[in-house]
Nanobody
Framework: QVQLVESGGGSKQPGGSLRLSCAAS????????MNWYRQATGKERELIATRHGGGTTTYADSVKGRFTISRVYAQNTVYLQMNALKPEATAVYYC?????????WGQGPQVIVSS
């Protein structure tokens, strides 16, 4: 079993920055993929960033160039640095870890971007 604990949500004005973290613990082994999703009220959950097991990263067009996913292997922690925040970034953010075909989810901190 794998547990994911997220932190770093909160409120920011447009143009500001936030960093989310997701710490994984439990039965973690080998290579795994970690993702960040977000879900705004009334909308479907959206995949915004992926860090693949080999280290490559991919981003949704909506966040490309402003958000960065990174990982500290020794801590099994993945981060999402969010810069130049826009009001449409207001959502609940979830991290996801997938290994050997099983997906685990974090609890989803709220991010609010408003002036």
């Amino acid at each position: 079993q794998v547990q994911l604990v997220e932190s770093g949500g909160g409120s920011k004005q447009p143009g500001g920055s936030l960093r989310l973290s997701c710490a994984a613990s439990g039965s973690i082994f080998g290579t795994y993929t970690m993702n960040w999703y977000r879900q705004a009220t009334g909308k479907e959950r959206e995949l915004i960033a992926t860090r693949h097991g080999g280290g490559t990263t991919t981003y949704a067009d909506s966040v490309k160039g402003r958000f960065t996913i990174s990982r500290v292997y020794a801590q099994n922690t993945v981060y999402l640095q969010m810069n130049a925040l826009k009001p449409e970034a207001t959502a609940v953010y979830y991290c996801r870890l997938q290994q050997v075909g099983v997906a685990y989810w974090g609890q989803g901190p709220q991010v609010i971007v408003s002036s």
